[in-house]
């Protein structure tokens, strides 16, 4: 039947051509045009994934990227910083970031480490603000065209990049630098830029109002801080300013109005990390999802019953299992996704 309808197909549209084809025929076009090409959009809820997910597998170019996200079914994502700057040409970096974001990450979320481990660490950051002062040089030298092409090389294979991530709007990164990003998410196709909550009013109104004058909206990341009016402040500073929301961490830090909030900040949500972790009377563990204790189901049926229209994006934290890799898990994630969306 595939292989008839396949040969139909070229008949009419190489014969007969598409006006006088088949009702069912009128689609051809787009058929061949999204043939073999990932959807993860599922009963109206665009599940999309940060690139971070794949940041255990070896090559992190812009090409492999593109591969882990069309192989795990994924047409829609977060973009960290990181390929789509070096296919610009960013100089390459000597830092160590799986060990960088592994100390980084034990130490807020308040764990000690070790004398050898606070030495390393320390050694990591010096690198890494020398390394900061090269990237800015570049940054100010930058052709967006190359992000241009980026964005057409994702495109062409069904993907599209809704929010950008790099390192630029931190308060150590000078105004030409948020700009410089904010420009090259414009460049990617993004409507959002994402970054770690500052935790600084003066710094979420100054990207508020640099993103107004950019047309680019911010969304801030939180972790275990997360609280139910912790957005409140940057909200009313700028319209440009928004939630990039995590769902996970918002258990995890032992919140139980999340569906109230989700309600009451839909419209400012630019995109929401998704992913099952634990309450703190259970550990507050990174579980394969439907283990833990994030409502999934309850949220992507309320985003799917409201319309609403921001992004359920897919974040791999939990442990890579023995045997597997992140493309797998991703894979097993958006898998849970359709189930619990059927």
Partial sequence: MNNRRSFLIKTALGIVGVGVSPAWLQGAPAIIRNYNKPN???????????????????DQSAEATLNYVTESGINAIELMGGPAESFAGMPESTIDRRKFYQLMGKQRRGETLSTDETKELAELQKESEAYGKLVSDWRSKTDFKAFEQFRKMYKDAGVSIYAFKPAAFGKGNSDAEIAYGMNAAKALGASHVTLEHPSDDAH???????????RMSVGYHGHEQQTFDFWDTALAQSPANGLNFDAGHYIAAGHTDIMELLKKQHKRILSM?????????????????????????????????????????????????????????????LEHCRKLLV
């Fill in 273 to 333: 990390h998704t992913k099952d972790r634990q309450t703190p009377a259970n550990g507050k563990g990174n579980l394969p999802w439907g283990e833990g204790d994030t409502p999934l189901r309850e949220m992507l049926h309320l985003i799917r019953d409201e319309k609403f229209r921001f992004p359920a994006t897919i974040e791999l934290e939990y442990q890579v299992p023995e045997g597997s890799d992140a493309v797998k898990e991703v894979q097993n994630c």
């Fill in 204 to 214: 979420t109104q100054k990207l508020g109002k640099m993103g107004e004058t950019h």
């Fill in 40 to 58: 993860s959009k599922i009963n109206g809820v665009q599940v999309g994934c940060i690139t971070y997910s794949f940041r255990s597998m070896a």
